[in-house]
């Protein structure tokens, strides 16, 4: 199993990871629909989703593996004046209790491991997850161009290593199909997946696949 390694935050500087996805916004409205109070963003990173779902009146506990990262959230989260409870933690390894959280957003995230990782940190979920509760996450595509034609050296038949400089050199990306997701998660219900391609962006075509997936945990 890899050894989870964090972004490397003084080498990105795009705004992008300071404004909520778009896919974040049908996550609140749902969840308040479902009366859901306590959320876990899963591997917060600056903290932009943390800061949503604090806005909208969730409990939001955030964790990423950066120091970088949550003493950003931290400072945000004081500026806005909002209660967010913010941790340094290993997705591996989670430090909370057995049934902490309603809900559980890994957005871009849980992808940052290999084959044996995943079914950890899946298995992490399970369990701080209350039964009935709800798990969003995206997970990389094997049809998206840095798992197929990239060149990237492969760490096991579903992972590849980043080489390019960047806040991502040298982190795993775990990759699968379809079949690999309905696999992966024998403990929930699937409610919908996509799959998407982000063709065209920052000016020019791109081949950017990934897979957003909507399970609740099984009672």
């Known amino acids: 199993m890899s050894i989870s390694k964090e972004w490397d935050w003084s080498k990105e500087n795009n705004s992008i990871w300071l404004?909520?996805?778009e896919e974040?916004?049908?996550?609140?409205q749902r969840w308040k629909e479902k009366g859901y109070k306590r959320i876990l963003d899963f591997g917060c990173g600056?903290?932009?989703?943390?800061?949503?779902?604090?806005?909208?009146?969730?409990?939001?506990?955030?964790?990423d593996l950066s120091v970088e990262a949550t003493e950003y959230l931290k400072y945000w989260a004081e500026e806005e004046q909002l209660s967010i409870e913010v941790k340094v933690a290993d997705m591996q390894n989670l430090p909370y209790p057995d049934d902490s959280f309603d809900a559980v957003f890994a957005y871009h995230v849980i992808s940052h491991t290999d084959t044996l990782g995943i079914r950890q940190i899946l298995g992490e979920i399970s369990r701080i997850l209350n039964p009935g509760g709800e798990l969003y996450m995206t997970l990389c595509s094997k049809e998206t161009w840095s798992f197929k034609?990239?060149?990237?050296?492969k760490l096991d038949n579903?992972?590849?290593?980043?080489?390019?400089?960047?806040?991502?050199?040298?982190?795993?990306?775990f990759y699968v199909n379809l079949d690999d997701i309905i696999e992966l998660l024998p403990n929930f219900e699937i409610v919908r997946i996509?799959?998407?391609d982000d063709c065209y962006?920052?000016?020019h075509r791109q081949n950017s696949k990934h897979f957003f997936i909507l399970a609740k945990l099984k009672e």
């Open 19 to 21: 404004s909520p996805s």
């Open 24 to 28: 974040s916004y049908y996550v609140v």
């Open 201 to 203: 962006f920052a000016k």
């Open 194 to 196: 996509r799959h998407t």
């Open 158 to 173: 579903n992972t590849v290593i980043k080489t390019d400089d960047g806040p991502e050199k040298d982190i795993p990306h």
């Open 149 to 153: 034609d990239a060149g990237y050296p």
């Open 46 to 63: 600056l903290g932009r989703h943390s800061i949503l779902f604090a806005k909208e009146g969730y409990c939001v506990n955030a964790f």
